[in-house]
């Protein structure tokens, strides 16, 4: 069955709904205001229903609207995606693999394994995603990654599941802090602090389940930060205290006035992971890819 709309009634329902106005879509598609009204009352004689109403001012998608929004999310980004592959197999490179890092990765190894990844295999390029990091799992089976680094105990159901590393979970105080000369820290350490977080949704494996629940103590306070960065300006600046995978915090200890010390006598041991398709045949560049992370000592890098 043939469909009814274009890819430009795509970009136009995407574009409205971002935007919440005709005429800045207009100006972000490229086309006159007069036009873009023509194309969203021509996508509704199309499909029969209507795909916007307006409230306060702004035009927002009816339920028929959310489902078409969806779709052209997809349809578009897949889209892009096929045109960036193109672009790739002009310059000679015939795979791409699009890596997703989780919120609490480490980036600074990546440039230097980059680069002796592209000189080991130059037919296959890399393409770091960037908005994956709060579920790299569902960017995996939706098919917007190929791999991904997570962290903690790992589910992987439909994927492949590789142990790279053992890492640990530590506190990360303010240089001078009352704890930082500790050797380790316990949960009532954190009681009458504030606690600094990517988010406040706790996270299975962490430092929730493992440290402040099985004690049945919480921080007097959170602040969600949102990104590592923030996290690390929030407990420099002196405003709160975190826990943080130590390779997380590693490239930071000699940038900002921050310490790392232990939980427990015992540790809070943490494992990194590379997350595949199932499915992938053993030498896809995805899992060549893996192998090579395999060979490296990440946590030195």
Not at 41 to 62: G, H, S
Not at 76 to 88: C, P, S, V
Not at 97 to 116: D, I, M, Q
Not at 216 to 226: F, M, N, T
Request: charged fraction near 25%.
């Amino acid at each position: 069955m043939p469909t009814k709309l274009s890819t430009r009634h795509l970009q136009m329902i995407a574009q409205v709904a971002d935007s919440g106005s005709v005429s800045e879509a207009a100006s972000h598609i490229g086309v006159t205001q007069s036009a873009l009204s023509h194309r969203i009352k021509e996508a509704e004689r199309l499909l029969n229903t209507i795909l916007f109403y307006r409230e306060n001012k702004k035009l927002m998608p009816t339920n028929a609207g959310k489902r078409l929004l969806a779709a052209a999310r997809v349809v578009l980004g897949e889209i892009e995606r096929a045109e960036n592959d193109i672009d790739k197999l002009s310059e000679g490179i015939e795979h791409v693999v699009r890596l997703g890092l989780e919120t609490y990765c480490n980036y600074s190894w990546l440039p230097g394994f980059l680069k002796r990844f592209e000189q080991n295999y130059p037919a296959v390029g890399v393409e770091v995603i960037a908005d994956v990091s709060q579920n790299p799992y569902a960017a995996l089976r939706k098919g917007l990654i190929d791999l991904s680094i997570v962290s903690g105990i790992v589910h992987p159901g439909t994927l492949k599941a590789t142990r790279l590393f053992e890492d640990e979970m530590i506190a990360v105080v303010p240089k001078g802090h009352r704890l930082s000369k500790e050797k380790c820290l316990m949960p009532e350490d954190f009681e009458k602090e504030t606690y600094i977080a990517y988010h406040t949704n706790p996270e299975r494996g962490r430092e929730y389940e493992q440290f402040f629940s099985r004690y049945q103590i919480l921080p007097r306070k959170v602040i969600r930060a949102g990104v590592t960065e923030a996290v690390i300006a929030f407990v420099a600046a002196g405003q709160g205290i975190s826990i943080l995978p130590r390779w997380t915090i590693k490239p930071y200890l000699d940038k900002y006035t921050i310490s790392a010390v232990p939980l427990t006598e015992k540790g809070l041991p943490l494992e990194w992971h590379a997350l595949t398709r199932m499915l992938d045949q053993a030498d896809s560049p995805a899992n060549l890819f893996v192998q090579a992370l395999q060979l490296e000592d990440l946590q030195s890098l």
